[in-house]
């Protein structure tokens, strides 16, 4: 059984996506969350989607085993999406009319929207047209424009593999160039 405090529902629901990496019209779209269960409590602020999480709003579509939403003061500051051994978690947005989607990919991807902020853990991939870059942990400051890949010492057969078309060179800025 579900119990919800409307205001929180609403809260969690419309800041899932709003995380300032799509389109601006995606915010006028209709939210749709499927899931085989979900929690929304409005004492902790945590809202947990579990089985088969399928999020699309737009452009941008976001699917994952579980999708767990942390808010504090009626601000989301952290989403988790997990993928599970047989499915990685996935968010697929268009940041520009004129390009090709980004495509996220990694066992773990954690979106903390205050800061602008991107983790992905675990088999992480993440592509744009033919420009592409995989490792174990990056880490993408979006009001910054940073893209980080990191590797720690105990895991040193994992190497970051970067792919760039140079016909295509990419824009790690969502405003058109």
Do not use: W
Not at 22 to 49: E, M, R, W
Not at 92 to 113: G, Q, T, V
């Amino acid at each position: 059984m579900i119990q919800i405090k409307r205001s929180l529902f609403i809260l969690c629901l419309s800041c899932i996506l709003s995380l300032g990496y799509a389109l601006d019209s995606d915010q006028q779209k209709p939210l749709l969350i499927s899931s085989d269960t979900a929690d929304l409590n409005s004492q902790t602020g945590v809202g947990i989607y579990t089985g088969n999480v399928i999020i699309d709003q737009g452009t941008t579509h976001v699917s994952g085993d579980k999708v767990t939403s942390y808010s504090e003061n009626n601000k989301i500051n952290q989403i988790v999406v997990e993928g599970n051994k047989k499915k990685q978690a996935r968010y697929e947005s268009s940041l520009d009319p004129n390009k090709p989607p980004l495509i996220a990919i990694a066992d773990i991807i954690k979106f903390f929207p205050e800061k602008n902020y991107a983790i992905l853990l675990g088999h992480a991939y993440v592509q744009q047209g033919e420009n592409s870059i995989a490792g174990e942990h990056l880490e993408y400051d979006v009001t910054n424009k940073i893209l980080k890949s990191i590797n720690t010492p105990s895991n040193k057969a994992v190497r970051t593999r970067i792919v760039i078309d140079p016909n295509n060179l990419p824009s790690m800025d969502k405003t058109p160039s």
